[in-house]
T-cell receptor, first 114, second 111 residues
Framework: ETGVTQSPTHLIKTRGQQVTLRCSSQ?????VSWYQQALGQGPQFIFQ???????GRGNFPPRFSGLQFPNYSSELNVNALELDDSALYLC?????????????FGEGSRLTVL | GQNIDQPTEMTATEGAIVQINCTYQTSGFNGLFWYQQHAGEAPTFLSYNVLDGLEEKGRFSSFLSRSKGYSYLLLKELQMKDSASYLCAVGKQTGANNLFFGTGTRLTVIP
């Protein structure tokens, strides 16, 4: 069974730049969620995608946007990067309707904004 | 919105029992989750409670009281490998699997 994979694992950007992070969901999972985890904090929900549409969003500005593709993989795009965007970005896949709502996380993409 | 509180750090001795508490206030509730996260790694699922009571799974147990907005994770027979952050999360919206996490409790197990 293929797990959740994310790329790139690490990247460095400067303020004002744009970044795209990618995620391949676990085999058979149709829902992808993105989380931002700052150092020493818990993951913060950014948004979720199901059937290529946004299906819930946390308290993040519009410069955080996403896509889901027909094969259920997903992208997170962040425009006009700010220093505070430095964090670990986690992708999690799941089935939309499950008994437990369990999320399966990837290893994350660590973004540093200078 | 939601508010989730858990202690920032805890220390316990190998072989002992530790209880990590979590209190929450939320609009909409679809279960209480506990995840384990080792440093530099992805969170991994430990437990899920949607009804009041205790769920036991090996050395780990989780308890939920919905009326009190309270949960705890109980770890027995602590091992050094249990040193990690333990994340309490509230599930919202049936079927949407949106989880809202607390800041996590960093547990250090000492010999």
């Amino acid at each position: 069974e293929t797990g959740v994979t994310q790329s790139p694992t690490h990247l460095i950007k400067t303020r004002g730049q744009q970044v795209t992070l990618r995620c391949s969901s676990q085999s058979g999972h149709n829902t992808v969620s993105w989380y931002q985890q700052a150092l020493g904090q818990g993951p913060q929900f950014i948004f979720q995608y199901y059937r290529e549409e946004e299906n819930g969003r946390g308290n993040f500005p519009p410069r955080f946007s996403g896509l889901q593709f027909p094969n259920y993989s997903s992208e997170l795009n962040v425009n006009a990067l700010e220093l505070d965007d430095s964090a670990l970005y986690l992708c999690a896949s799941s089935l939309k309707y499950t008994n437990t709502g369990e999320l399966f996380f990837g290893e994350g993409s660590r973004l540093t904004v200078l | 919105g939601q508010n989730i509180d858990q202690p920032t750090e805890m220390t316990a001795t190998e072989g002992a029992i530790v209880q990590i508490n979590c209190t929450y206030q939320t609009s909409g509730f679809n279960g209480l989750f506990w995840y384990q996260q080792h440093a530099g790694e992805a969170p991994t699922f430990l437990s899920y409670n949607v009804l009041d009571g205790l769920e036991e799974k090996g050395r780990f147990s989780s308890f939920l009281s919905r009326s009190k907005g309270y949960s705890y994770l109980l770890l027995k027979e602590l091992q050094m490998k249990d040193s990690a952050s333990y994340l309490c999360a509230v599930g919202k919206q049936t079927g949407a699997n949106n989880l809202f996490f607390g800041t996590g409790t960093r547990l250090t197990v000492i010999p």
